[in-house]
Nanobody, 114 residues
Framework: QVQLVESGGGLVQAGGSLRLSCAAS??????MGWFRQAPGKQRELVAA???????NYADSVKGRFTISRDNAKNTVYLQMNSLKPEDTAVYYC??????????WGQGTQVTVSS
């Protein structure tokens, strides 16, 4: 049974930093990533990382956010720097198992005040 435990959200002022973590268990994981959903908007990809370390970022976060993972701990991280009010959203961890099933975390709120 796959379980995801997210942590690290919160309230921060514009220009500040936060680090999100998502610990996965119950399988072997291929791609891992983060999505976000702001009020009234569709869920969008923020960043993803393959098991081998290949990364992919949304244009809006390039140069500010860094995704990384620890395969031994089945954990994916999102370091968010230079945060902007428009980064405010619920952030969801997303993982794909080795048999291509996808799972979502419960979501963690990130609020950036101006």
């Amino acid at each position: 049974q796959v379980q995801l435990v997210e942590s690290g959200g919160g309230l921060v002022q514009a220009g500040g930093s936060l680090r999100l973590s998502c610990a996965a268990s119950g399988s072997r994981f291929n791609d891992m990533g983060w999505f976000r959903q702001a009020p009234g908007k569709q869920r969008e990809l923020v960043a993803a990382i393959s098991r081998s370390g290949t990364t992919n970022y949304a244009d809006s976060v390039k140069g500010r956010f860094t995704i990384s993972r620890d395969n031994a701990k089945n954990t994916v991280y999102l370091q968010m720097n230079s945060l902007k009010p428009e980064d405010t959203a619920v952030y969801y961890c997303n993982v794909e198992t080795w048999i291509a099933r996808q799972y979502w975390g419960q979501g963690t709120q990130v609020t950036v005040s101006s």
